[in-house]
């Protein structure tokens, strides 16, 4: 019972489960196929027992966003790439008023989550820039993506999930980090010579990516926290608020960036004067003094 009925984002982890749908798809991707001795040597019980907590860890990495930004509800979710609904089912069970977009490239995953948990379909594209979805999101969940595509896709999908943020909307993206670079020796991603490239690659640059074999613009990509910062600080219409390593069932990295401008004084954010132009704008406009500007 929370205290004199006030309740937190903490209390949706409680509540979620008694709205739960726990009808899965039998062509879920998601769901573990394995022998019982590799569910063994991953540590895993059962693939239920796998799917269900790894949908739930989304959950706890949306409640622990919600909570440093201080909202105590979502009213209109995107879930980009929903599959066939491990992750949507819990967001639709904690928020069972809110407007949710399932999308997808997997057509079937997109038409499930419609039918199973009350979602607005929107079919997707390989490119963001094509993909046909209308209107903006107090949240935006990326769950396992930006894992398999190379640096420009991931840039090209920030920008284009910052788009489509409502003001002071939240991004949860999830990321390989550098648990990954371990974890590929227990569980492999990608053939041995793929990922040594990879490897080799995030030592250089901070970032590595490789196809997987037989496929074009998908594979496995590792990107140390750094290199996610330094994309994030790229834009100035959003805040880093939070770099969680393994925040998604101790596996992916969980990244949340807030959509609030980084050059916002305390205190005068609402409504934001216009005389007001930011450090970075008068950094600007002295270097560029002489140009004839009058502004300030
Ligand atoms: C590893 S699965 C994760 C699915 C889901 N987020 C989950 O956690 O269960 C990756 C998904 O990304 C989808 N995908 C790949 N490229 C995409 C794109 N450009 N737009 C939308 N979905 C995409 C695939 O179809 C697949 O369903």
Redesign the pocket.
Known sequence: MALFGARTPLDLLRDYRKRLVTTVAPA???VLRFDAATMARIGEKSWEDQYFR??EA?LRAVVRAMLLAEKTDLASIL??????????RTLRAAFPGARIAA????AG?VEFCARTFAAEPVH?????AA?PLTGTFELI?????L???DAA?YAA?VRWFLDRLAPEGLLVFTSHGRWSLDYHRTYPYIAEDRFEAIVADVAATGFGYRDYPGQAE?GISIALPSWVARLVEGHRDATLLAYHERGWGHHQDVVVVWKKPIDVPPGLERPRPAIYRGHYDKFALAASAGSGTSER
Request: charged residues 20%; contains cysteine; negative net charge.
């Open positions: 879920d991707q998601m790894v949908g989304a879930d980009l790439p929903c599959g066939h609904g491990r992750v949507l999308c997808d490239l997997d995953g997707s594209a390989v490119d963001p993909i969940w990326c769950g396992s993506l894992t398999h595509v896709r999908f998908y």
